[in-house]
């Protein structure tokens, strides 16, 4: 499976899928990295292993890159590289319907919540507040309504009378990198089904 992944930090679960590739675990090529921020520690990561990065982060005067020209480099990008599978782990930015609908392979993202609830940011300051029993993470296809498309894998933790945003967030990121190589694990074996309606011509399932 050829796999492009978008990065926007530290890209620990990068890093899970480059050990994996590197050690024969999985029967995937990272084709190359987009990164939205220049500074991202996933950059050195992918430099490291010999994959390819693209930073598409900040225009010469410093302002933010509009997302037009963002989205018209990422695909142009995507679409160069010919991946199966489009990767957003730890991909901060919003992506717009168009690029979504447009993508050259089918996109899944990783996100810190139980879907459906808990969408979006600051989540386990919110499942804390909340007095929430069970928290995790979810993998689920990209659509354009952001953390909404179909939730393919979880993995579910207890949340302790203890537990912090901090404890949280570390004791999450551990599921994450269980959850992710595994879930691409199942879409390499055709063991999951990945429909994706709007790739209609090539009706991809995995
Ligand atoms: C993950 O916890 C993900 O759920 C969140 O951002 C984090 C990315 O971590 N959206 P990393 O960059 O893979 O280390």
């Not at 879409?187 to 709007?198: E, I, Q, R, Y």
Request: aromatic share 4%; charged share 15%.
């Amino acid at each position: 499976l050829r796999i492009a992944v978008l990065v926007s930090g530290s890209g620990s679960n990068l890093q899970v899928l480059i050990d994996a590739m590197q050690a024969g675990a999985l029967p995937i090529e990272i084709v190359g990295i987009i990164s939205n921020r220049e500074d991202a520690y996933a950059i050195k990561r992918a430099e490291q292993a010999n994959i390819p990065v693209a930073v598409l982060s900040h225009t010469d005067s410093g302002k933010r890159m509009a997302i037009k020209t963002f989205e018209s480099h990422a695909s142009a990008q995507l679409t160069a590289w010919q991946p199966d599978l489009i990767v957003l782990a730890g991909f901060m930015r919003v992506l717009s319907g168009s690029f979504i609908d447009n993508a050259p392979a089918p996109m899944i993202n990783l996100h810190p919540s139980l879907l459906p609830v808990y969408k979006g940011l600051d989540t386990h300051q919110r499942v804390l507040q909340a007095g929430e029993r069970h928290h995790g993470c979810s993998i689920h296809v990209v659509t354009a309504e952001l953390d909404a498309g179909q939730v393919l894998t979880q993995a579910v933790l207890n949340v302790n009378i203890n537990d912090t945003v901090e404890s949280l967030q570390s004791r999450v990121q551990k599921l994450e990198h269980q959850l992710l190589p595994w879930t691409i694990l199942l879409l390499a074996k055709n063991a999951l089904s990945l429909t994706v309606d709007n790739i209609s011509s090539k009706a991809t399932t995995y």
